[in-house]
């Protein structure tokens, strides 16, 4: 039998339940949308429902691949709800936010893996919400270029898509996608649109070994990508890849300070960061 492994206390966090985190989920429920806050398992859920935001999670709910670090469900995605870019447009100004981020399951089972409707997403919220930022984080679409382009057209204030991990591990945590791939995801969106902010997440803790997060770190500078975050994988069921190991909160600093070095604009380096995590501040230090 497999040892459980108990959380260190620095990745531990208050069960949510606050005013705000009530408010941010009642208005969810309501407007009928999804989130990868809830979704994915996010541990700082509590943190960000409670400051009034949000990470929205479009198409669907359930994920058509099976990535083994991934809380979310996978299975057979229901139709495309055309009305939801509608629905978030409304929620982002119901919230008042000032940076709305938006994801997606991937779905490759749409003919455009659901480029549509990031596009239509974003053109909603700019029509409600003209003063906010706007932030997708993208699936790799399985390299069909157009599709990105449909989506850089409708003008994200930042493109994020997520390398994960090192290409080492790519075949044992995200066995239907590809290194160089993912790469090229943020090479042409930063040749496309060179004023847009282009941004990519990496998990520690799956095994890596240190030069190859900072090969990784490297090869995201190479394709033009402005921002990273480096956050502790956490197991979300004994169904999900082990935790090799915990890392200690100096060593993600040492990572932040290697990722400044290499000319990142900015970095999120902590055990508990996640892609959207501050996001809005983000957004202000690099545009």
Not at 17 to 40: F, K, M, Q, S
Not at 114 to 130: D, H, K, N
Request: glycine share 8%; with cysteine.
């Amino acid at each position: 039998m497999e040892e459980v492994r108990r959380l260190p206390h620095w990745l531990k966090v208050r069960a949510p339940g606050g005013p705000g985190y009530l408010r941010v989920r009642g208005l969810l429920r309501r407007a009928g949308l999804h989130t990868v806050c809830e979704e994915a398992a996010c541990p700082n859920i509590g943190e960000c429902f409670e400051a009034g935001t949000a990470t929205f999670l479009i198409v669907g709910d359930v994920c058509t691949r099976a990535c083994r670090f991934c809380a979310i469900a996978g299975g057979r995605p229901r139709p495309v709800d055309r009305e939801e870019p509608l629905r978030v447009a409304e929620t982002v100004r119901l919230l008042g936010l000032r940076h709305a981020v938006v994801t997606s399951v991937t779905r490759d089972d749409l003919p455009d893996g659901g480029a549509g409707q990031f596009a239509e997403t974003i053109t909603a919220v700019r029509r409600l919400s003209p003063a906010t930022g706007i932030e997708v984080l993208i699936p790799d679409l399985q390299g069909k270029w157009s599709d990105l382009d449909t989506i850089m057209a409708a003008g994200p204030d930042i493109l994020n898509h997520n390398l994960e991990t090192v290409p080492r591990l790519y075949r044992s945590v995200r066995p239907q996608a590809v290194y160089r791939r993912s790469l090229e995801v943020l090479r042409r969106a930063k040749a496309a649109s060179p004023e847009t902010t282009t941004k990519s997440g990496l998990m520690v803790g799956l095994g890596e070994e240190p030069d190859e997060l900072r090969a990784a770190m490297a090869d995201l500078r190479s394709v033009g990508c402005d921002i990273v975050t480096l956050g502790q994988y956490l197991r979300p069921s004994a169904k999900h890849l082990a935790v090799a190991r915990f890392y200690l909160p100096a060593e993600f600093e040492e990572l932040a300070h290697a990722a400044r070095a290499i000319g990142f604009r900015h970095v999120e380096a902590a055990p508990l960061v996640r892609s959207s995590y501050r996001a809005a501040q983000q957004l202000g230090e690099t545009i």
